[in-house]
């Protein structure tokens, strides 16, 4: 006495069930709007849920809250709305629900999406710089759901040309060896159950380009005319020269004979040569002149013919009688 009194006050928290995804049909159209439900039980105060699409939040949701007929707990549900493509196949979509009750180990529920879409076609050359006689493999790459039916290869709108020399093996097109026919636009064409799809490839076939081959420069010499009086020096020289033409497979540590020394030489001979002929007409040009025999002497100035032979020095009539005498 007096009797003492202590209150305490119990809280007890409501677990939340495991939640349910609701809203998923398999399969999905690429480009429909799909709508997918979180739903969970018995919590106690209310969960909270949380969207992830590969391990990445999505926070534009719809969350709605409603009191159990116990009045006690609380059922709590989140909608997510977004429109499907292909990135999304295979993609995992989790609802995880967070709640005090679970000791930092929330409760998930997944679901796994299933996308269907017509094909993806891409054409890929085995190199991107076909040449003439080369062989060309055409990769025709199509992706799809379903997975595409055996591709189709065509040629500038038609039927391939040449079956023999082109081979259709399963995805790929294979053109034996490349020429100038095979010019134009292939086309390869991929179908499943959702449609159609193709895509393009424009060959040219370039020309092989020309190899040269390993040459030898060979130092040119000074040509120049020699004449017959030096005809010896020039065959000397025209030896000369074309023993220093050289194998161009000979190895590359042989020398030749020195081609500055065969120039000098040639150099000089065509010097020795020209002044000679130089100095010979300069010599013939000084001696030219009028040369007069005797009988014609003093007779340039005559009026005639005959005046002239009678004014000749040498005229048998002014000679004089020439006499011998013998000692």
């Not at 000089?268 to 100095?279: A, R």
Request: a negative charge; aromatic letters at 6%; one cysteine or more.
């Amino acid at each position: 006495m007096p009797v003492k009194t202590s209150k305490a006050y119990l809280t007890v928290l409501g677990v939340p069930e495991k939640p349910q995804i609701s809203g998923f049909s398999s399969p999905v159209m690429e480009g429909d709007l799909m709508q997918l439900t979180c739903k969970t039980s018995g919590s106690k105060p209310a969960a909270d849920i949380r969207w992830f699409k590969n391990d990445k939040e999505i926070k534009d949701v719809k969350y709605l809250k409603e009191e159990d007929a116990n009045r006690k707990t609380f059922t709590v549900s989140s909608t997510l709305d977004f429109r499907v493509d292909r990135s999304d196949d295979g993609v995992a979509v989790i609802c995880r629900v967070d709640h005090e009750s679970l000791n930092a180990t929330p409760q998930v529920a997944m679901q796994v999406l299933e996308i269907h879409y017509t094909p993806s076609v891409k054409i890929i050359p085995s190199t991107p710089f076909p040449q003439e006689g080369q062989p060309l493999i055409l990769t025709c790459e199509s992706k799809g759901k379903p997975l595409p039916e055996p591709v189709l290869w065509t040629k500038d709108g038609g039927e391939l040309p040449d079956p023999d020399r082109m081979v259709v093996s399963g995805r790929e097109l294979n053109i034996l060896f490349l020429n100038k026919t095979d010019n134009g636009t292939y086309r390869c064409e991929a179908t499943n159950t959702i449609g159609q799809s193709s895509a393009e490839y424009v060959l040219i076939v370039h020309d092989v380009p020309n190899t040269l081959l390993p040459t030898t420069i060979i130092p040119s010499l000074t040509t120049a005319t020699v004449t017959t009086t030096v005809a010896i020096t020039a065959s000397q020289t025209t030896s000369a020269t074309s023993s220093n033409i050289r194998d161009p497979n000979a190895l590359a540590g042989q020398t030749g004979p020195d081609h500055a020394l065969i120039g000098g030489i040639v150099a000089v001979v065509v010097f020795v040569t020209l002044c000679s002929i130089f100095l010979l007409g300069r010599y013939l040009a000084r001696h030219k002149g009028t040369y007069l025999t005797n009988e014609a002497k003093g007779a340039e100035d005559a009026p005639d013919a005959d005046t002239a032979i009678i004014n000749a020095e040498g005229s048998q009539v002014n000679a004089e009688e020439k006499k011998e005498y013998f000692i």
